[in-house]
């Protein structure tokens, strides 16, 4: 199966600030990435999808002016929380699939807004 | 988006015992996945049954589709300590589009 690497596993930063979030596909190269929230206790959300060389497509209700994604590579999206808040705190985590079958998770951000 | 409902929200069992976890969707669907989370980490693939299949084993997993109900069921049998995590079930409406899961069941398993 894929192995993805995301990076930082956790990270706690002032309000008003950025985070950038990478999600890094090892073995192989993902035209597609996705992007999910987990608030505790519940399930994900997916926020967007990561489409290399292109823009994502955001679900509805995400602000894609906070959440930028950017997919440069096939190995490699990333997620920036910009201007930061409290509310923005939860578990972010990517997947790639490789066409229909299984989805392969990076280890997930634990991203806490003080 | 989310798809659906998982029921039962929490269940708690003896080690030994079989755990069973429903699950239902709303709209049609290509296949249904379900994966095993453990506390604060990313998710494990289980098992992935497709649309023109009714029931699918793996180990001591065993999952069922109802795809006229919209409802699929997990069951572990002979349940451990180790199973103890949240279980989510995940549906892909259309071939290579992004999983949508449901609320999850917290199974905890006491030895």
């Known amino acids: 199966g894929a192995v993805v690497s995301q990076h930082p596993s956790w990270v706690i930063c002032k309000s008003g600030t950025s985070v950038k979030i990478e999600c890094r596909s090892l073995?192989?190269?993902?035209?597609?990435m996705f992007w999910y929230r987990q608030f505790p206790k519940q399930s994900l959300m997916l926020m967007a999808t990561?489409?290399?060389?292109?823009?994502?497509?955001?679900e509805q209700g995400v602000e894609k002016d906070k959440f930028l994604i950017n997919h440069a590579s096939l190995t490699l999206s990333t997620l920036t929380v910009t201007s930061a808040h409290p509310e923005d705190s939860s578990f972010y985590i990517c997947?790639?699939?490789?066409?229909?079958?299984?989805?392969?998770f990076g280890q997930g951000t634990r991203l806490t807004v003080v | 988006s989310q798809q659906g409902e998982e029921d039962p929200q929490a269940l708690s069992i003896q080690e030994g015992e079989n755990a069973t976890m429903n699950c239902s969707y709303k709209?049609?669907?290509?296949?249904l996945q379900w994966y095993r989370q453990n506390s604060g980490r990313g998710l494990v693939h289980l098992i992935l049954?497709?649309?023109?299949?009714r029931e699918k084993h793996s180990g001591r997993l065993r999952v069922t589709l109802d795809t006229s109900k919209k409802s699929s069921s997990l069951l572990i049998t002979a349940s451990r300590a180790a199973d103890t995590a949240s279980y989510f079930c995940?549906?892909?409406?259309?071939?290579?589009?992004?999983?949508?899961f449901g609320k999850g069941t917290t199974l905890s398993v006491s030895s």
């Open positions: 049954i497709r649309s023109n299949e």
């Open positions: 709209t049609s669907i290509n296949n």
């Open positions: 995940a549906t892909e409406a259309q071939a290579g589009t992004a999983l949508i």
């Open positions: 997947s790639v699939r490789q066409g229909s079958t299984e989805a392969f």
């Open positions: 990561s489409n290399e060389g292109s823009k994502a497509t955001y």
């Open positions: 073995d192989f190269q993902a035209t597609t």
